[in-house]
């Protein structure tokens, strides 16, 4: 979701099936997230201009945000085109659902 004064839009959506942490899918759950996150990254700099742009708000209700923002930073650091994910531009914000609806709740957050 791209925001600009007074409107938000959804750019992009990146749906992938991920396996189940338990059981015989286990074994492929990180080259999943991997591509998952690669994909995430790949569309995030597709469609946002990090030169007007002022931060990038990571959120959701699991572990997964911190999980994302670390293969920003590891890509950051092999320098595969991804240094426009610089650690000072990358938030981290809780929300309690991962719909529309939690939208609201991350942006008026105190934190």
């Known amino acids: ?21 338990y ?3 286990a074994a492929g759950i990180d080259k999943a997230r991997g591509k998952f ?3 995430c990254a790949a569309s ?4 946002v201009d990090f030169a007007t742009v002022q ?6 209700p699991g572990f997964t945000k911190e ?5 920003l930073s590891l ?3 092999r320098g595969n085109g991804q240094s426009a994910f610089s650690e000072g ?13 939690a939208l609201q709740e991350v942006l008026t957050a105190t934190e």
Not at 44 to 47: A, D, G, R, V
Not at 67 to 71: A, D, N, P, V
């Open 75 to 77: 890509e950051s650091a």
């Open 37 to 39: 996150f690669a994909r």
């Open 89 to 101: 531009k990358v938030v981290i914000a809780h929300a309690s659902s991962t719909y529309g609806s």
């Open 1 to 21: 979701v791209c925001f600009s004064p007074g409107m938000s839009m959804r750019c992009a959506r990146v749906e992938m099936r991920i396996p189940k942490k």
């Open 44 to 47: 995030i700099e597709q469609h």
């Open 23 to 25: 059981g015989a899918a």
């Open 67 to 71: 999980e994302f923002r670390k293969y």
């Open 55 to 60: 931060c990038l708000v990571l959120a959701g």
